[in-house]
T-cell receptor, first 112, second 115 residues
């Protein structure tokens, strides 16, 4: 089946690292994505990783992929109050055309 | 300026009204999408158009009617809505549905309230 799961909430202190986790079920994932949604806005693509990679780093963001366990994580280093948002994990699966499956989103609270 | 623009940003309508939501993308993409985002619910895919042809309709009630006159524009025509249709309606675009890495690019949404 096609399912992407995330925990609903995460609270961290400013300056700490945040780790947002995601699990998916479909083996035909090609790319996995992280999106950020701030209040009153749409989803903004943050980063992505190809399903054959283990890790991708982009400034404060580190994406780790464990393909065997179908587990994806997003680490935000030195978390700032501006990082408070909802983070969505998504996978692109090959169904003859490509289809994107979204998780329910993790709401990140950053305490000053 | 965002690559995907949605208008209006906010809309309040009565159950007997007819209104339309508009989406325009300036990214040269060929696939466009409508999503519904309600409080405490996952994103719901409503419709997909690929090269102006509708490729997906996720059992959406007929009171929602999409229109895609060209690859850059997408409309959602609304009539006789119900209060439970109140939500944030998000438009997105992607290169197309055949490309290997084709992430979605979203607009900022239309916040719809049905009274």
């Amino acid at each position: 089946g096609e399912d992407v799961e995330q925990s609903l909430f995460l609270s961290v202190r400013e300056g700490d690292s945040s780790v947002i986790n995601c699990t998916y079920t479909d083996s035909s994932s090609t790319y996995l994505y992280w999106y950020k949604q701030e209040p009153g806005a749409g989803l903004q693509l943050l980063t992505y990783i190809f399903s054959n990679m283990d890790m991708k780093q982009d400034q404060r963001l580190t994406v780790l992929l464990n393909k065997k366990d179908k587990h994806l994580s997003l680490r935000i280093a030195d978390t700032q109050t501006g990082d408070s948002a909802i983070y969505f994990c998504a996978e692109s699966i090959d169904t003859g055309g490509f289809k994107t499956i979204f998780g329910a989103g993790t709401r990140l609270f950053v305490k000053a | 300026e965002t690559g995907v623009t949605q208008t209006p940003r906010h809309l309040v309508m009565g159950m007997t009204n007819k209104k339309s939501l508009k989406c325009e993308q300036h990214l040269g993409h060929n696939a466009m999408y409508w999503y519904k985002q309600s409080a405490k619910k996952p994103l719901e895919l409503m419709f997909v158009y690929n090269f102006k042809e509708q490729t997906e309709n996720n059992s959406v009630p007929s009171r929602f009617s999409p229109e895609c006159p060209n690859s850059s524009h997408l409309f959602l025509h609304l009539h006789t809505l119900q209060p439970e249709d109140s939500a944030l309606y998000l438009c997105a675009s992607s290169q197309d549905q055949s490309s290997y890495n084709s992430p979605l690019h979203f607009g900022n949404g239309t916040r719809l309230t049905v009274t």
